[in-house]
Structure formats: structure tokens, C-alpha cells
């Protein structure tokens, strides 16, 4: 069956630090990939998201993604993280047939002064 | 990106009762809703998907006589749980997209804000 496992449920950055969230997915075919982030009281947003061509993505806020086939990973990256950025991050990929998202369990990320 | 809302953000009722929340596109037409249950610290649960002007189509293990789902118009959905218990409380969130179900595979998906129900 597929799915999609973020190993860290809970990772805290320095402001200005670089950041990289991990997320694995298992799926025999070509995987469409996302990144969401959730904050309080907001819906779900896309950051970014991976169909096809160039394997690093770049998306909102200053968020990059690497889709690594070898390695069925899509980690999540930012270069300097803002106190604004703390919410909590979902990796979803497509399933076969196409007909719905499957969500990894999330990690909340918090960034400290 | 679409816009989307949920009604209410929060809902308290008591065991027994049926509840109804609202899934509202407020600047494009969405031929495809989802309605997903999250609970805390979990990932999102896709418990259906809604065509305008079809029946819903329910994941396995979900009822479909206790979560009835109406999806009257390209930019209403409502979800309604019906004789609440307790253990339905939870984070009911929906989403919308363009694309028909099972043909857009990188349709993007647009998510309301959330509606927390706690069932007394």
C-alpha cells in the first residue's frame, strides 16, 4: 500500500537557521508529490508540489524541495527559517488511481529566538 | 490559489445530535470536494469524495449513513454527522479542486480552514 512517512514529528530551528524536513513515500510508479503547511486557524496551504521534469522544485515563502527517485525521498528545505514559518508541515503524495491524497503524519516545526 | 471557507469553525453538541458543517468555494466553480477528518497530531483521513450532483463516494470504513454528504452546487458542500458520539469529535477539514475526481492527478487541492466538533 502506499504511503508516505515524515520521521520527525517535531523539530525546533534557531531563527536564521536553515531548515530541512524529511518525507519518504513509497509508490511503484511516477509519484505526484506536495508540500502543505497548516498554521492555527488557517486551512492547509501548498507550498510546492512535483509532477514531472527538473527534480528540485521551488515553491512559496522561500521553500525548495529535492525529489531524489533513488532514495523516494521529497525533503522540504528552507536556507534562513522566520519566526512566522513555525506551523506544522505535511508531505502528501497522489495515490494510484488518482483520486486522492495520502498524507504523511506531519511535523511540527517551531523555531526559537 | 481558490479560496475556500468552513462554517462553523467550532461546533460543541451533545451526544445524539446531528450536526451540519458547511465546505464554501467563494471565487471558483469546484466539481470536486473532499472532506477530511484529521484527529491530534495525525495526518488527514480522506473520509470522501464529492462530485456536484453525484453521490458521494465513501473510503472504506467510513459511513456513509452517519456522515451524509451533499455536494448541491459547485461551490457548496456540507458534511453532516448524524446522531453524534463522542468518539466523532475531531478536526473535519474540506478541499476543492478544479479537476474531476480520478482524472486530474496533479489537480491541486485547496483546503478550508478547518471546523473542530466536540461531541458532549
Known amino acids: 500500500a502506499q504511503s508516505v512517512t515524515q520521521p520527525d514529528i517535531h523539530i525546533t530551528v534557531s531563527e536564521g537557521a536553515s531548515l530541512e524536513l524529511r518525507c519518504n513515500y513509497s509508490y511503484g510508479a511516477t509519484p505526484y508529490l506536495f508540500w502543505y503547511v497548516q498554521s492555527p486557524g488557517q486551512g492547509l496551504q501548498l507550498l510546492l508540489k512535483y509532477f514531472s521534469g527538473d527534480t528540485l522544485v521551488q515553491g512559496i515563502k522561500g521553500f525548495e524541495a529535492e525529489f531524489k527517485r533513488s532514495q523516494s525521498s521529497f525533503n522540504l528545505r528552507k536556507p534562513s527559517v522566520h519566526w512566522s514559518d513555525a506551523a506544522e508541515y505535511f508531505c502528501?503524495?497522489?495515490?494510484?488511481?488518482?483520486?486522492?491524497?495520502?498524507f504523511g503524519k506531519g511535523t511540527t516545526l517551531s523555531v526559537s529566538s | 490559489g481558490a479560496v475556500v471557507s468552513q462554517h462553523p469553525s467550532w461546533v460543541i453538541c451533545k451526544s445524539g445530535t446531528s450536526v451540519k458543517i458547511e465546505c464554501r468555494s467563494l471565487d471558483f466553480q469546484a466539481t470536486t470536494m473532499f472532506w477530511y477528518r484529521q484527529f491530534p497530531k495525525q495526518s488527514l483521513m480522506l473520509m470522501a469524495t464529492s462530485n456536484e450532483g453525484s453521490k458521494a463516494t465513501y473510503e472504506q470504513g467510513v459511513e456513509k449513513d452517519k456522515f451524509l454528504i451533499n455536494h448541491a452546487s459547485l461551490t457548496l458542500s456540507t458534511l453532516t454527522v448524524t446522531s453524534a458520539h463522542p468518539e466523532d469529535s475531531s478536526f473535519y477539514i474540506c478541499?476543492?479542486?478544479?479537476?474531476?475526481?480520478?482524472?486530474?492527478?496533479?489537480?491541486?487541492?485547496?483546503f478550508g480552514p478547518g471546523t473542530r466538533l466536540t461531541v458532549l
Open positions: 502528501a503524495v497522489v495515490n494510484q488511481a488518482g483520486t486522492a491524497l495520502i
Open positions: 478541499s476543492v479542486t478544479e479537476g474531476l475526481a480520478g482524472v486530474g492527478r496533479t489537480d491541486t487541492q485547496y
